[in-house]
């Protein structure tokens, strides 16, 4: 047998129902045949089938309507129209209303066969787009880190093993290391992913807002609360939530936080029936909450309910060698936003980027090349431009206390001299080549290149 999909064929004529089931069992369908609309309504309640082949004229029910009703009970059901001549107009109707196709009276089996069989394969390649793009999702949710170093390798992976395990994930990381892409990611690759993934930054509402915006409130329960309102738990019923910046959460409401958790139904302000929300919890920060802990300004209950599995983002400093890859990313992406003609860094440009410090982390890396291309007048970017920063700024008082200088000998050859001087300055740098070759102005690549072993 060549095929075998379920196909319910309608008509009213026994004898065209007859011969045409029989051409389609043939090649192996399995026909079900009903005579009226009714009937064929009946047999969709009892199974699915891939085709649905009616008569447009119906005794109880027009083909139309039949048409309607197996769109909406079985959506990725393909339905083929049969009409005589004078209905093709209605058959037309038909196809704009989702049926695939149309074939007309008398029925050459032939064409019936080639019909159901290109119904089918639209079937089957609707089907694999569907697949195809899921799994484009999902490669974009970890891919969406951009990275290839072995930080960022182990960030992808523990994403891609704990997404679907529906544990709570406390991300933690510096400010600007992708705690929100990491929370998307793993959001994305849940059995969730259908659902909403729901927001709230806790460091940016007021605490006495927060509570509200968290679990909601009635029409009444404070002054401006004119109608009842959800919250964001219950908006996320189904999905994921995600609390930024939890540590800035209030011991108060931290401590109704861990009720919700612990019981998993809340109610709104100024309500008394307990609401029910299915909700995994991603929580982000970048406090050390166990110093948190010490102080008393988190609760040591509530960060073992959150921390059931721990993300760390690395600085993007620890991973200096995603720095061309993440500058490449983010250069085609604004050249492209902005309609510019601009597709390279320029070697020296590079270089600067790799000795930068990056307190901002990936955030600001993405503001540098933003400002680098809007300013571009070339289609290569030759020089950066950092914005101030009081980690700059230390790094300025800090080269200018370095201490005392070096005496080298007269007659000492200019290669000795600057080897001397090289490694006198990563002395004082304690070991950091990066930041040496910032202060002596030379290139980075030009440090590992000649002066690699010195610090050995």
């Not at 302000?269 to 982000?284: E, F, N, P, Q, W």
Request: charged share 25%; net charge neutral.
């Amino acid at each position: 047998m060549k095929n075998s999909a379920n196909l319910l064929l309608v008509d009213d004529d026994e004898r065209l129902r007859t011969a045409a089931g029989k051409v389609l069992a043939a090649e192996g369908y399995r026909v079900v045949g009903a005579a009226t609309g009714r009937e064929a309504l009946e047999k969709l309640k009892q199974a699915a089938f891939a085709v649905v082949v009616s008569d447009l004229r119906l005794p109880d029910l027009d083909g139309i309507a039949l048409l309607k009703k197996v769109r909406e009970q079985l959506p990725e059901s393909e339905v083929v129209m049969i009409t005589g001549h004078g209905s093709v107009e209605n058959a037309v109707e038909a196809m704009r209303l989702g049926a695939y196709d149309f074939i007309q009276k008398p029925l050459d089996s032939a064409a019936l066969l080639k019909t159901v069989a290109k119904a089918l394969e639209k079937q089957r390649l609707t089907r694999e787009n569907r697949q195809l793009r899921r799994q484009l999702e999902q490669r974009r949710g970890v891919e969406a880190l951009i990275g290839d170093s072995p930080s960022m390798q182990g960030i992808k992976q523990l994403i891609r093993q704990i997404a679907p395990t529906d544990v709570n994930v406390l991300i933690q990381g510096e400010s600007g290391t992708g705690k929100e892409i990491a929370a998307d990611a793993l959001h994305q690759l849940s059995g969730r992913h259908e659902r909403s993934l729901v927001k709230i930054s806790c460091a940016a509402i007021p605490e006495t807002l927060l509570e509200s915006e968290l679990f909601g409130h009635e029409r009444g329960a404070f002054t401006g609360a004119a109608a009842t309102r959800p919250g964001k738990f219950e908006l996320a019923d189904g999905g994921t939530l995600m609390l930024d910046e939890i540590a800035e959460m209030s011991p108060q409401l931290q401590a109704k936080l861990l009720r919700v958790l612990q019981d998993g139904c809340f109610q709104r302000l100024g309500g008394t029936k307990d609401i029910h929300a299915d909700v995994r919890l991603l929580c982000a920060t970048h406090a050390d909450i166990p110093k948190a802990i010490a102080a008393e300004k988190f609760r040591h209950d509530l960060y073992y309910r959150i921390n059931t599995v721990q993300l760390v983002l690395p600085p993007l400093r620890e991973r200096r060698e995603d720095i061309p890859l993440l500058a490449g990313h983010f250069l085609q992406m604004f050249a492209g936003t902005m309609g510019k003609d601009v597709g390279a860094i320029a070697p020296a440009a590079l270089d600067q980027l790799l000795a930068h410090s990056w307190p901002g982390n990936v955030r600001e890396l993405n503001h540098v090349l933003q400002r680098a291309v809007a300013l571009a007048t070339g289609d290569t970017i030759t020089d950066f431009a950092f914005a101030p920063t009081p980690t700059t700024g230390a790094a300025n008082q800090e080269t200018t206390s370095l201490g005392s200088g070096i005496s080298i000998p007269i007659g000492t050859t200019v290669e000795a001299a600057t080897r001397r001087l090289v490694q006198a300055t990563i002395e004082k740098c304690a070991g950091n080549k990066l930041k040496a070759a910032r202060l002596l102005g030379i290139p980075p690549r030009t440090m590992y290149r000649h002066f690699s072993g010195l610090d050995q």
